[in-house]
């Protein structure tokens, strides 16, 4: 990526303006009959339905997009195995056929309809189609097949490309794709187009009140990202921007979708008594959720208030065994280097602490290697607390 600032939009989240991942005209009935074939004919679709299958047209439609959701998991669940495979070493060509395979049942589905199948491909190729077309066919292919799903009308296509091209650091190309998927109703590209509007990206200027539309738009969407930035957006300016709906209540609707970013900032807010009255058990208790939802961030918080290295004071025992635990979680969070280098640096000080001055030293060098100020300087006080305790060798 060419931006420390924008990334792809959260995997996690799902855009709720999903309605249909079909084409309904090219279903297949039960007869044989394509389904385009029989409405250009003019009948009444579930008279027809009725008259040939006892069944209404809505009973038909049903029966056919199950059979192709169960048709479609069952290659997905081929997936792994294959691409497990691959990682371990085994030779593409070994697996061709089982790819040639997977790529022809996909496309079977296709043609019958079945956009998610189109996805899929497109999906694929992008991910472990270098394994088996030359140079640049593969990702060709999967980009050919995803610019043909949105085409059809996938929901999804517009921000999996966008997505795509973000993270090759093509933010005009994909600027275009989140317009075209917000132009849709796509709650994820309008989320991803507050990005834009907010930084200032594809030589815009920042237009922070642009930003809080898009956010706005896309949390009335249910998408909770975009609650997340609007509310903080609000904190942070907010004799600027105004909504009628309380912060909390908009906080609390993402948490029940599951949103541990939500959950993070209501308990920062609960904390610090902003917005609201401070309320230092409930602060607790959501960096507790969110740190089990997997939000490092939380989890950093949870470690530093259970080492007491935390100066908010908040009600909750010492157990430095558990805040270790929490760091190491911490660490393994690639996604967030500031975050894992703090979580090596508060490591340090309880290796330190302890007198264990040679894995503080590595604690400490791990920290300096994420960029954490100041933990060179801690790493040389590990390194001559060992000096001094075990000799002049140190520990390499």
């Given at each position: 990526?060419?931006?420390?600032?924008?990334?792809?939009?959260?995997?996690?989240?799902?855009?709720?303006?999903?309605?249909?991942?079909?084409?309904?005209?090219?279903?297949?009935?039960?007869?044989?009959?394509?389904?385009c074939?029989?409405?250009?004919?003019?009948?009444?679709?579930?008279?027809?339905?009725?008259?040939?299958?006892?069944?209404?047209?809505?009973?038909?439609?049903?029966?056919?997009?199950?059979?192709?959701?169960?048709?479609?998991?069952?290659?997905?669940?081929?997936?792994?195995?294959?691409?497990?495979?691959?990682?371990?070493?085994?030779?593409?060509?070994?697996?061709?056929?089982?790819?040639?395979?997977?790529?022809?049942?996909?496309?079977?589905?296709?043609?019958?309809?079945?956009?998610?199948?189109?996805?899929?491909?497109?999906?694929?190729?992008?991910?472990?189609?270098?394994?088996?077309?030359?140079?640049?066919?593969?990702?060709?292919?999967?980009?050919?097949?995803?610019?043909?799903?949105?085409?059809?009308?996938?929901?999804?296509?517009?921000?999996?490309?966008?997505?795509?091209y973000?993270?090759?650091?093509?933010?005009?190309?994909?600027?275009?794709?989140?317009?075209m998927?917000?132009?849709?109703g796509?709650?994820?590209?309008?989320?991803?187009?507050?990005?834009?509007?907010?930084h200032g990206?594809?030589?815009?200027?920042?237009?922070?009140?642009?930003?809080?539309?898009?956010?706005?738009?896309?949390?009335?969407?249910?998408?909770?990202?975009?609650?997340?930035?609007?509310?903080?957006?609000?904190?942070?300016?907010?004799?600027?921007?105004?909504?009628?709906?309380?912060?909390?209540?908009?906080?609390?609707?993402?948490?029940?979708?599951?949103?541990?970013?939500?959950?993070?900032?209501?308990?920062?807010?609960?904390?610090?008594?902003?917005?609201?009255?401070?309320?230092?058990?409930?602060?607790?208790?959501?960096?507790?959720?969110?740190?089990?939802a997997?939000?490092?961030?939380?989890?950093?918080?949870?470690?530093?208030?259970?080492?007491?290295?935390?100066?908010a004071?908040?009600?909750?025992?010492?157990?430095?065994?558990?805040?270790?635990?929490?760091?190491?979680?911490?660490?393994?969070?690639?996604?967030?280097?500031?975050?894992?280098?703090?979580?090596?640096?508060?490591?340090?000080?309880?290796?330190?602490?302890?007198?264990?001055?040679?894995?503080?030293?590595?604690?400490y060098?791990?920290?300096?290697?994420?960029?954490?100020?100041?933990?060179?300087?801690?790493?040389?006080h590990?390194?001559?607390?060992y000096?001094?305790?075990?000799?002049?060798?140190?520990?390499?």
């Amino acid at each position: 990526m060419t931006s420390n600032i924008l990334s792809a939009s959260p995997a996690k989240y799902r855009a709720p303006t999903v309605t249909t991942a079909y084409q309904h005209d090219k279903f297949v009935l039960p007869n044989g009959q394509i389904l385009c074939g029989i409405g250009r004919a003019g009948p009444d679709l579930d008279a027809y339905c009725n008259s040939h299958f006892q069944r209404s047209w809505f009973e038909v439609i049903l029966e056919i997009e199950r059979s192709l959701s169960e048709r479609l998991r069952g290659i997905e669940k081929r997936l792994p195995a294959l691409e497990a495979l691959l990682t371990d070493g085994q030779s593409p060509e070994t697996l061709r056929p089982v790819f040639q395979d997977i790529i022809g049942t996909l496309s079977a589905l296709v043609e019958h309809g079945c956009l998610d199948a189109q996805m899929r491909i497109g999906l694929l190729y992008l991910s472990i189609g270098e394994y088996f077309e030359p140079g640049g066919q593969a990702q060709k292919r999967g980009l050919e097949e995803i610019l043909h799903a949105q085409g059809n009308g996938h929901p999804n296509a517009a921000y999996t490309l966008g997505d795509y091209y973000v993270e090759k650091g093509c933010l005009e190309e994909a600027f275009c794709f989140y317009q075209m998927g917000h132009q849709r109703g796509c709650a994820v590209c309008c989320y991803q187009l507050g990005q834009f509007a907010e930084h200032g990206f594809v030589g815009s200027p920042e237009d922070l009140h642009m930003a809080f539309d898009l956010y706005k738009c896309s949390s009335k969407d249910f998408y909770p990202p975009a609650t997340v930035r609007m509310v903080e957006m609000l904190i942070e300016h907010g004799d600027v921007f105004s909504i009628p709906e309380s912060p909390i209540h908009l906080l609390t609707q993402a948490i029940d979708m599951g949103c541990d970013e939500a959950m993070l900032l209501l308990a920062q807010l609960y904390e610090r008594g902003r917005q609201l009255i401070r309320e230092p058990w409930l602060a607790v208790s959501l960096y507790r959720r969110a740190a089990m939802a997997g939000n490092s961030t939380a989890q950093l918080k949870l470690g530093q208030i259970l080492d007491g290295s935390d100066v908010a004071g908040l009600p909750l025992a010492e157990d430095i065994q558990e805040a270790i635990e929490w760091y190491y979680r911490v660490t393994t969070d690639q996604n967030n280097p500031d975050v894992r280098g703090w979580a090596y640096m508060y490591l340090g000080r309880i290796s330190f602490r302890m007198r264990d001055f040679g894995i503080a030293q590595l604690h400490y060098e791990a920290a300096a290697a994420l960029g954490i100020i100041g933990a060179e300087v801690m790493m040389q006080h590990a390194r001559d607390a060992y000096d001094e305790c075990y000799g002049e060798e140190g520990i390499g």
